[in-house]
């Protein structure tokens, strides 16, 4: 998109505020956008100045001009150009100022550059548009000449789709605008190709406005066809000296935040909205047509969006949730086929490698698929192209975790806490990691819980109060006990009853714990519902109290059925179901399993090894459970 920023007369911020907008288009930490800022103030140019280059340049647009007018070709545009320090933001500047530079501006004839069949039939505008398009900027921001020229006629009426029309709100300049505006407005609109978008904004307005500034306020939006203005401040701070304050670098350290640099991102959001192009702009269409269950045309802006600019992590993400509404295997296919092709053009793209390999994972059907080694692989050579993507190696983890290879699940979750120091989420992941590496990993997962912070309620209080007590700590685990707190929703009475039970037989009191669950089972202010009826199945299992767990699950054989199934072959009762049968009836279940995977290390370390062999069934079906969360 071709933005000329215009102005009538000097003085008005133009150039100021075409540089700091490139910078918040260039640096959007969501949607970066590609531009070029274009210096066509060739009598007074100044984007050299704001976007210096890394090393001395001798040529620029003039130098461009007028090869082209000496030889009639086009040369190579990209050899004016050059990249600015701010990543994704380029050059296109006037020239080396000096005696040269001087003499070839003097020497162009800009309306030589047109036929005498009109304006629009010019060949050079044509072809330097054309090359900059195939360059595949976003935007390009054109810094116009003022005043009533042939450079300012060629950047409003020959370059923009959107032209933003700069001015102050003095008696001088809106009069001004009353003659000038109407003439650009009939010439946009005839123009070949179709009009363009005036955008007006009111610049360098004063914080102690003044009657007469309301009433030229009213009188600009009355001639620019709209309701309100646009406008930015001015800051006496910032406006002494040029200078990039919408730098992030720059504006993350300005405390209060200034108003100049909110006005700024008004009206950036503003043209952005005018560019359809745009992948912020794209991304909240796609996001209209899902809401309105227009599915297919999200898909194919999406897909859309994504060729152009495969490296942008929110693209992928809405991938993902577009997969996620109908993961069947006829849209899959369509979703690989499009990771694919953007891999043949970009092979060390990490998030279509991750996407591709979240892709594999619906693939999978157990815990030793080939489709899950497949996706470790490829996530492991995503890491390679991108080894500060903390996502990377979250999804690695669980890959691994559901192969059931713990260690190496560890190891990419303290990768992510390297990028992400103290992320809940992750640390939480880790614990139960270290959990289900059994005892002689507690220690490291009683450490990791003690960093959480203590609003994460029973997240991190019930395992630790159940650690320390495995340990036979008995005040910590109290302690820890106590500071767990219910959720509203929960019923408090029947969960204090069940940890106080689990604590009991964790301290050898299994009797005491077996009088609690019955007080509990039949209590009639507080009686359990069926998530309680369930925990207390698993109980009866932990106490290694079995036929009573299987009469528990047989009073609600339709409900509890896994939960029977599994009583039963952890009981070794005549008749038990296969460990494979316990697995199927378990698949596509959620439980929590922690209790039973500290039994299972209570039976290690009481040498019950029959006992030990058939509860490692629990770390299959976590590594089933896994799965099936990920796919």
């Known amino acids: 998109m071709f933005v000329t920023f215009y102005s009538y007369k000097g003085g008005v911020g133009r150039t100021m505020a075409l540089a700091n907008i490139a910078c918040l288009l260039a640096e959007d930490k969501r949607h970066p956008q590609r531009v070029l800022v274009w210096d066509f103030d060739l009598e007074a140019p100044g984007l050299h100045r704001l976007f210096p280059p890394s090393e001395p340049r001798r040529f620029g647009f003039v130098d461009l001009a007028h090869q082209f007018a000496s030889s009639g070709k086009l040369p190579d545009v990209g050899e004016y150009i050059y990249k600015s320090e701010i990543s994704g933001l380029e050059v296109l500047p006037a020239g080396f100022l000096g005696d040269t530079y001087c003499r070839k501006l003097q020497e162009i004839d800009w309306l030589s550059f047109f036929t005498s069949d009109g304006i629009e039939n010019d060949v050079f505008f044509r072809d330097i548009m054309g090359a900059l398009r ?29 032209l933003v029309f700069l001015f102050r709100l003095t008696d001088q300049n809106v009069d001004g605008l009353e003659h000038l505006v ?54 006496p701070d910032l406006c002494r000296d040029e200078q990039l304050f919408c730098r992030h670098d720059v504006s993350d350290q300005m405390w209060p935040r200034p108003a100049i640099v909110q006005d700024y991102e008004t009206v950036e959001n503003k043209i952005r909205r005018e560019n359809s192009k745009d992948t912020s702009t794209a991304t909240k269409k796609l996001v209209e047509l899902q809401r309105r269950g227009d599915e297919a045309s999200a898909e194919s802006i ?17 991938f993902a949730r577009l997969l996620e509404l109908d993961p069947s295997p006829t ?13 043949e053009n ?25 489709s899950l080694v497949q996706a470790a692989d ?58 289900r590496q059994g005892a002689r990993y507690y220690t490291s ?32 685990s109290i302690d820890a006990f106590e500071s767990f707190v219910p959720e509203p929703e929960e019923n408090s009475q029947q969960w204090h009853r069940l940890f106080q039970a689990h604590l009991k037989i964790l301290a050898d009191l299994k009797d005491e714990g077996l009088s609690i669950a019955e007080q509990a089972l039949h209590s009639h202010e507080h009686p359990p519902d069926f998530a309680d009826r369930g925990n207390w199945i698993e109980f009866y299992i932990c106490a290694e109290e079995f036929s009573h767990a299987a009469m528990l699950a047989e009073k609600e054989p339709e409900v509890f059925d896994e939960l029977l ?29 922690q209790e039973l995977l500290l039994l299972r290390e209570r039976m290690k370390r009481e040498k019950k090894h029959e006992y030990a062999e058939r509860l490692e069934i629990i770390e299959q079906l976590i590594c089933e459970q896994k799965l099936e969360r990920l796919s």
């Open 134 to 162: 195939e360059k595949d900027y976003d935007y390009v921001l054109i810094d116009s000449r003022t005043g009533l020229n042939d450079q300012a006629g060629i950047c409003t009426q020959i370059l923009p789709d959107l």
């Open 182 to 235: 109407p003439a650009i407005q009939a010439k946009l609109e005839t123009r070949q190709g179709g009009g363009a978008r005036i955008l007006p904004v009111a610049s360098a307005i004063s914080s102690s406005a003044t009657s007469g500034i309301h009433k030229n306020r009213d009188r600009v939006a009355k001639l620019f066809g709209e309701e309100s203005l646009d406008y930015v401040r001015f800051d």
């Open 302 to 318: 999406l897909f859309s969006v994504l060729r152009r600019r495969p490296m942008l992590g929110d693209l992928w993400r809405r």
């Open 331 to 343: 849209r899959r296919e369509k979703f690989k086929r499009e990771v694919e092709t953007i891999l």
């Open 346 to 370: 970009s092979p060390r793209n990490s998030y279509a490698i991750e996407s591709k390999a979240n892709l594999l994972l619906h693939e999978a059907e157990t815990p030793s698929s080939e």
């Open 378 to 435: 490829l996530l492991n050579r995503a890491i390679e192209y991108a080894p500060d993507r903390a996502g990377l190696y979250r999804a690695l983890a669980k890959v691994c975790a559901c192969q059931g290879d713990l260690e190496a699940a560890v190891s990419s979750i303290r990768n992510t806490l390297r990028l992400v120091p103290d992320n809940a989420q992750d640390l939480l992941t880790l614990v139960g990691l270290q959990i």
């Open 445 to 476: 997962a009683i450490d990791t819980l003690n960093l959480l912070p203590p609003q994460l309620g029973h997240r991190k209080y019930v395992p630790l109060s159940y650690l320390h007590a495995f340990f036979g700590e008995t005040k910590k």
């Open 565 to 593: 199934a599994l009583t039963q072959y952890l009981g070794m009762s005549e008749g038990a179901p296969t460990r494979d049968k316990v697995l199927q009836l378990w698949r596509g279940k959620s439980w929590g399993f």
